[in-house]
């Protein structure tokens, strides 16, 4: 009965690589975003998608490029990765996004590039 | 700009009661939410503010001050597992953002 859940868990790689991270959610909810947090435990929004669609999109560079099949689905794609790009990368999810929503997260997926 | 300052460290005992303090600048407002995080973990919400006041819920209470830019999280009869960061975030008022202040880590002791 997970709400977000998101794979890998651990996610280990080589400079230059494409990796590709997925989320799920099973709240029924509209909206879903992607956090970086840095090695600092700093978190910071990257992208949000309403219903498949981008409605944030921080400056983050090019190469990473989220993919929303379904409103139940936010997937991550990073090519070329580098070894900035290691944190932790969390999925979280709303009701519809709107300014009193809770937001909630998945559990986290740890990349390290290496 | 957008600015969410909050103490980097604090200590407290077992039993005691902590207010952990958050300021904010931000373009707009459109409500404050304090989140916990143990470590290795995902953030999980405690509780959201809009309007002037205190929350209160079980042990944790929040409270916000519009005009001052400024909340707080009270933490009452503090337990061991209340050891973890404690995240202030602000939904600005312009692009409907969340922005996560650095967060406090929150140390007890027996």
Not at chain 1, 101 to 108: K, R
Request: charged residues 20%.
């Amino acid at each position: 009965d997970t709400a977000v859940s998101q794979t890998p868990k651990y996610l280990v790689t080589q400079m230059g690589n494409d990796k590709s991270i997925k989320c799920e959610q099973n709240l029924g909810h509209d909206t879903m975003y992607w956090y970086k947090q840095d090695s600092k435990k700093f978190l910071k929004i990257m992208f949000s998608y309403n219903n498949k669609e981008l409605i944030i999109n921080e400056t983050v560079p090019n190469r990473f490029s989220p993919k929303s099949p379904d409103k139940a689905h936010l997937n991550l794609h990073i090519n070329s990765l580098e070894l900035g790009d290691s944190a932790v990368y969390f999925c979280a999810s709303s009701l519809s996004g709107g300014w009193q929503e809770t937001q909630y997260f998945g559990p986290g997926t740890r990349l390290l590039v290496l | 700009g957008q600015n969410i300052d909050q103490p980097t460290e604090m200590t407290a005992t077992e039993g005691a009661i902590v207010q952990i303090n958050c300021t904010y600048q931000t373009s707009g407002f459109n409500g404050l939410f304090w989140y916990q995080q143990h470590a290795g973990e995902a953030p999980t919400f405690l509780s959201y503010n809009v309007l002037d006041g205190l929350e209160e819920k079980g042990r944790f209470s929040s409270f916000l001050s519009r005009s001052k830019g400024y909340s707080y999280l009270l933490l009452k009869e503090l337990q061991m597992k209340d050891s973890a960061s404690y995240l202030c975030a602000v939904r600005d008022g312009r692009d409907d953002k969340i922005i996560f202040g650095k967060g406090t880590r929150l140390h007890i002791l027996p």
